[in-house]
């Protein structure tokens, strides 16, 4: 107990006994977030392969499963993501200068954008679990992608129909358009965790949205709003391979069968 | 050293720049998918996915301004990516 805190320098509250300035503090803590960033990188990775791999193998099948889903919906939650990713880079631009009001501003505008983008995903699994594209037999009306769902309109998701539009021929259309089910498997696979990151990335915000109407960041000290900001960015980074993979390459891919 | 790059941060113009970069880059993406060009439909997606990857990489989440060792580390994280998905997709592309 012989600390004196006479001999020791006057120093920010937030920095740890383990550091000597700020700087290094930060450093590490940005050098700690990349390292886990990585491991995320490569989780996701492992699933944008493996999607790759059934894509190259399944190509009809994802031809079919991949035309099924609106471009538009998509197209419009890629814009929101993107614009939470502004909102958040100003959030942090905002701590750095030690703007409190316009940090929370901010971090209250990346909640909503990413709420908004929730609720657009949650309204297209609706969609597919309505054209009954839900892969197995589990949740509510089983994987009917051949013949349409069995209640309702018949034709209302009819991926067989599609194909066969696209020159595939009817016995073969019927027997493919089952093979759907991993495309869809690795369409709510992928998004549902990355919609997983997006909640996780909301109650860190929220968070964060308490302790900046604290003020405690400032100039000196912005690393927790800065590590979360390069969290929400990779989220961001992780659709804006998604959107492409899931929604766009498949589509034209009519000329192979003719 | 590193404290006067610390200071080196990017302005909010620059951001709303990389921003509108992003919104072209998503709408150019999204116009391109409804032409047929075959082959190089894939290619064109996935390329401006890379841009766009590569400007939130750079600005949005500092790396233009960051120190060499991050640099480093983001930069072997991709590369192991990388060897990833080409060494697996070589084997299977390349299947009889």
């Not at chain 1, 990349?34 to 996701?44: D, G, H, P, R, S």
């Not at chain 1, 037999?137 to 599609?162: E, L, R, S, Y």
């Not at chain 2, 720049?17 to 919104?23: E, G, K, M, N, P």
Request: aromatic share 14%.
């Amino acid at each position: 107990m012989s600390h004196n805190l006479a001999t020791t320098e006057e120093h920010h509250p937030a920095l740890a006994h383990q550091f000597d300035t700020m700087d290094q503090q930060r450093e590490a803590s940005t050098f700690g977030m990349w390292v886990f960033l990585l491991t995320e990188i490569m989780m996701f990775g492992g699933l944008f392969t493996a999607y790759l791999i059934y894509r190259h193998k399944y190509y009809t099948a994802f031809v079919g499963g991949s035309s099924s889903i609106d471009v538009t919906w998509g197209f419009a939650n890629t814009l929101v993501l993107i614009g939470s990713s502004l909102t958040m880079a100003m959030a942090v631009w905002a701590a750095q200068n030690g703007k409190r009001r316009q940090q929370m501003i901010y971090l209250a505008l990346t909640m909503i954008l990413g709420v908004a983008f929730l609720g657009v995903k949650a309204k297209e699994y609706y969609e597919k679990y309505d054209e009954c594209h839900i892969p197995g037999q589990v949740i509510g009306k089983g994987f009917n992608a051949t013949g349409g769902c069995d209640a309702g309109d018949p034709k209302k998701g009819n991926i067989a129909d599609d194909l066969e539009s696209r020159n595939v021929p009817p016995a073969a259309a019927a027997q493919i358009a089952r093979q759907t089910e991993i495309f869809f498997s690795f369409y709510f696979a992928m998004t549902g965790l990355h919609a997983t990151h997006m909640l996780i990335g909301l109650g860190v915000l929220a968070w964060l949205f308490l302790r900046a109407k604290r003020g405690e960041f400032g100039p000196e000290y912005y690393t927790p709003v800065e590590n979360v900001g390069l969290y929400w960015h990779f989220v961001d980074i992780v659709w804006i391979y998604l959107f492409p993979l899931l929604y766009l390459i498949s589509r034209n891919g009519h000329e192979i069968f003719s | 050293m590193e404290s006067t790059m610390e200071h080196a941060h990017p302005s909010r113009k620059l951001y709303l720049l990389i921003f509108f970069a992003l919104v072209v880059g998503t709408c150019v993406t999204y116009l391109v998918a409804k032409i047929d060009l075959g082959i190089w439909n894939p290619v064109i997606a996935l390329a401006i996915a890379c841009i766009k990857a590569i400007l939130v990489i750079l600005f949005f989440m500092h790396i233009r301004y960051s120190s060499k060792l991050t640099i480093l580390t983001v930069c072997a994280g991709f590369f192991w990516l990388l060897i990833m998905i080409t060494l697996s997709l070589t084997d299977y592309l390349t299947r009889l």
